[in-house]
């Protein structure tokens, strides 16, 4: 009974989905199990933030190695969470200001909005700026022409990586109309509109194929691993 | 001829890059293209080609680890819909997209006094659901997004009057940079609805998965800094008056210098390792 009825919740939702689409009187459903999902979504939010906060807490318990950036993420987390949900430094909303809390939470100048714009914001940019470092050490280590296959890959990289700058572009710029194909941006295009698209699609396909079956397993109750082990 | 055995000490090629992308950024060398792809000139027409006043979706999907290249899209595509005197609808199905958003509705205000809220745009914000989210706004608009960003209910904002569902809205234009994002535009809203029309700017990263749906499902996109530059370019030539203003208004061109000496940069290494490694096994072979 424990696996029987979510099996059956999941198997007639998804087929009464499914109809939705071919049947149009059953149109509305589809929107209306949309508006549903977006409600679950917004709480799961709330199960995943106290699963945060319990990892967080089990670390720095126990003293787990690293239980000090355990200790970081958990008092971040909750100062993010108490300036938002209060609205710190909030002033109420122009229109009512009777009501203190009526303004925006991102409302410049108020804590949330200075944690996102000087706390979040420089820390991602500075974690995604080393990116560049690592690029800039692995790609000429990694790109090297030891075989055929290697060595087709070294081509077409640097050919799109060339066509990806000003630099590029203007080292071919002279070549005559007759020779555009062999231009360095003609050459990127083609790599990225036709190799790159042809390949795509298949693999779009193939993934698709893979979800239609994957789906129905679910659907049809063969597969019920998402319901956990027990 | 053979080659030392010899490892470069990572730390020179970390400084070296410091200073190839920061200093053209200190400097504010601008990087100025000569062309402008087939691609940029089909995202550019759309907007432009658009009845003026026309509503247009931005939904604005992307953190600020990313701002440092699609910022500059979003900028030229804000200040484009705003000299075609475009109707602007904001939101995001990223939670960290709100800020992204905030950047956009500031450049409005700054540069264009005469855009009222609520009448010349809105910003609906954020509502969790990722890409149901768009199979939601598809069919009923109000039903999730009952209120804008900061609570006014969406049947009292005078621009979204009339708006049920975005079947309607003759352009989306998305600046995205992953999952969900474009491919979730594309794949629910652009493909099964034929009305919908759908322009983006992406990060170069994922714009390769994205080729394929180029031209039926979706009309271009800038798949690039250098897209972002080249639009710019033709942006500041078209309107003039922009690059006169105060605020700094060719980001993507300064951005794309620091691109440019980066990437040449990488090319010469990875040309120079590859010398020294053919060199090596030539030496190797030769013993």
């Known amino acids: ?230 | 001829m053979s080659v030392p055995e010899k490892q470069l000490d990572r730390r020179w090629l970390f400084a070296l890059t410091i200073l190839v992308v920061g200093l053209p950024l200190l400097l504010r060398l601008e990087s100025t293209q000569r062309e402008v792809s087939q691609m940029v000139t089909n995202v550019y027409e759309a907007i432009d080609n658009l009845p003026e006043g026309s509503l247009v979706l931005l939904p604005f999907d992307y953190d600020p680890s990313a701002e440092g290249e699609l910022q500059p899209m979003a900028d030229v595509f804000v200040r484009h819909c705003a000299e075609r005197k475009h109707k602007l609808i904001f939101l995001t199905i990223w939670p960290q997209g709100v800020g992204m958003i905030q950047r956009a509705t500031n450049l409005l205000q700054q540069e264009y006094p005469e855009y009222r809220y609520g009448i010349d745009f809105v910003n609906l914000g954020y509502r969790p659901g990722y890409e149901v989210v768009i199979n939601t706004v598809i069919n009923d608009l109000p039903s999730l997004y009952d209120a804008d960003q900061v609570g006014t209910p969406v049947r009292q904002i005078p621009l979204m009057r009339g708006v049920e569902n975005i079947r309607n809205i003759p352009l989306i234009i998305n600046v995205s940079s992953g999952d969900p994002g474009l491919k979730q535009w594309i794949q629910y809203a652009a493909t099964p609805y034929e009305s919908i029309n759908i322009v983006a700017g992406t990060t170069g990263v994922q714009a390769s998965t994205l080729y394929p749906y180029i031209p039926h499902q979706m009309i271009g996109m800038l798949p690039s800094l250098k897209s972002a530059a080249e639009y710019e370019q033709r942006l500041l030539k078209k309107y003039p008056h922009i690059g006169e203003r105060e605020s700094v208004t060719n980001t993507a061109q300064l951005r794309m210098m620091s691109q440019d000496a980066a990437h040449v940069m990488l090319i010469a290494f990875i040309v120079i390792s590859n010398l020294i490694f053919l060199l090596r096994r030539r030496g190797e072979r030769a013993v």
Request: hydrophobic share 50%; net charge neutral; aromatic share 14%.
């Open chain 1, 1 to 230: 009974m424990k696996r029987t009825i979510p099996i059956l919740i999941a198997s007639f939702v998804g087929f009464l989905l499914i109809f939705s689409k071919f049947i149009p009187p059953f149109e509305e459903w589809e929107t209306k199990v949309s508006v549903w999902f977006d409600i679950l979504a917004a709480f799961a939010f709330v199960l995943g933030g106290g699963n945060l906060l319990k990892n967080q807490i089990k670390k720095v318990h126990e003293q787990k190695p690293g239980w000090g950036f355990a200790a970081v993420t958990g008092i971040a987390f909750l100062a993010t969470l108490v300036v938002g949900l209060f609205k710190v430094g909030v002033p109420p909303a122009f229109q009512t200001p009777e009501h203190v809390w009526s303004g925006e939470y991102m409302q410049e100048g108020s804590a949330f909005w200075w944690t996102y714009e000087y706390l979040y914001i420089p820390l991602a940019a500075t974690m995604f700026a080393t990116l560049a470092f690592y690029i800039s050490s692995a790609a000429f280590r990694a790109f090297r022409a030891k075989n055929a296959e290697a060595s087709l890959l070294l081509g077409t990289a640097l050919i799109v990586l060339l066509g990806q700058t000003t630099f590029g572009s203007r080292l071919t710029e002279g070549l005559p109309e007759s020779l555009s194909m062999l231009r360095i941006d003609s050459l990127k295009e083609m790599f990225l509109n036709v190799f790159n698209t042809f390949a795509s699609r298949a693999i779009m396909i193939g993934i698709a194929l893979g979800i239609v079956s994957t789906s129905l397993k679910v659907l049809l109750g063969v597969d019920q691993s998402y319901l956990g082990a027990d």
